[in-house]
């Protein structure tokens, strides 16, 4: 599927009828929407849909969409019907009357699915690694000018580097290992990117220079070479064929609660059938309460499962995946549940 035709899915497509079992329009649904800067394809569908990330589908199903268009900031997405079912298109202007003169015009960006700056810095650079390529990893044994801490423009041995054919590395310091909360078992690590480095030698040690840095560099911080992992910048929401059970088991970046647009890990990956773009309904897990009504001293009660939020794979790996929170509803946790919808 090309850019202009997965961009361009949002704005034409049959709602209502096709697959009315579970496709329908938003209640509080416009006639109309004048897209404006900072809008998303998927918050433009949830004005119109119930559920934004079944568009996809619909489209899919929509044999007389030849030409999908990108939508850009001052288009009016207009709801009309067609044999009786609605549809959304672009609502062309009417021919408006131009005197010769110069008029600049500012170029416009096309409306992106979901706002990338959310997770452009989790796209690139290893963040997962598992227990195997922390042991083989080359790591810092020194610095070169007998520094105690590196950055930018120092000098690096490293063991052991013997091999020129990657010239650009990463270096990572491993981080909080991800665990299944069910069996305990470690399902990878997180790897804190810490700075890029130049080969200038190869050997053992081999001699490299930091080029960018996010943290100090120490003696034990890992290398990984710089690969040109095929990243997906643009997204097909959609459920998975299969029945997926997973767990919140991380928040990246920092922080402690949990709400929209925040990028989260769960505990299931590649090897589960995860792949970008799957859409997992969140749920708050069963916790149980004291009762303190009961004339039974420590009664608890588990109460149910809540559904809380909705989340979008962006980066599978093997055992782990990182997901954005699409929307919450409920207060989101550590330990809650992500199931297919």
Not at 248 to 256: A, C, M, N, R, T
């Amino acid at each position: 599927m090309t850019l202009r035709i997965i961009i361009g899915i949002a704005l034409s497509f049959v709602v209502g009828t096709v697959s009315a079992d579970h496709i329908q329009l938003n209640p509080n649904h416009p006639d109309r929407y004048t897209v404006v800067q900072g809008d998303t394809l998927w918050g433009i569908s949830g004005k119109f849909l119930s559920k934004p990330w079944q568009w996809p589908e619909i489209w899919q199903n929509n044999p007389q969409i030849a030409n999908p268009h990108l939508i850009y900031p001052g288009d009016v997405i207009a709801l009309s019907y067609v044999n009786g079912e609605p549809r959304l298109q672009i609502e062309t202007p009417s021919e408006v009357r131009l005197s010769p003169e110069v008029r600049v015009s500012p170029i416009a960006r096309a409306v992106p699915l979901i706002p990338m700056d959310a997770i452009r810095q989790f796209l690139s650079r290893p963040r997962v690694v598992n227990k195997r390529e922390l042991q083989d990893a080359p790591y810092i044994v020194a610095f070169v000018d007998e520094h105690i801490v590196g950055g930018i423009g120092d000098g690096i041995y490293v063991r052991a580097v013997e091999d020129g054919t990657n010239q650009a590395f990463t270096l990572f310091r491993p981080g909080p290992a991800y665990q299944d909360p069910v069996t305990g078992d470690i399902l990878g690590y997180e790897a804190i990117y810490v700075a890029d480095a130049q080969l200038q030698r190869i050997g053992d040690p081999a001699t490299l220079v930091l080029t960018r840095a996010q943290r100090e560099a120490i003696i034990g911080d890992r290398l990984m070479p710089v690969e040109q992992e095929k990243i997906e910048l643009y997204f097909q929401p959609r459920a998975p064929e299969q029945d997926i059970e997973a767990h919140i088991i991380s928040v990246l970046d920092g922080v402690s609660q949990i709400g929209q647009y925040q990028v989260v890990v769960i505990d299931k990956g590649t090897t589960d059938g995860i792949e970008t773009g799957h859409v997992l309904d969140i749920y708050q897990s069963a916790r149980p309460i004291r009762d303190i009504v009961s004339q039974r001293p420590g009664e608890t009660v588990a109460l149910p499962d809540e559904h809380a939020g909705l989340l979008m794979i962006f980066r599978p790996f093997e055992r782990v995946s990182y997901a954005l929170v699409m929307n919450a509803t409920r207060a989101i946790h550590v330990s809650d549940i992500a199931a297919t919808p």
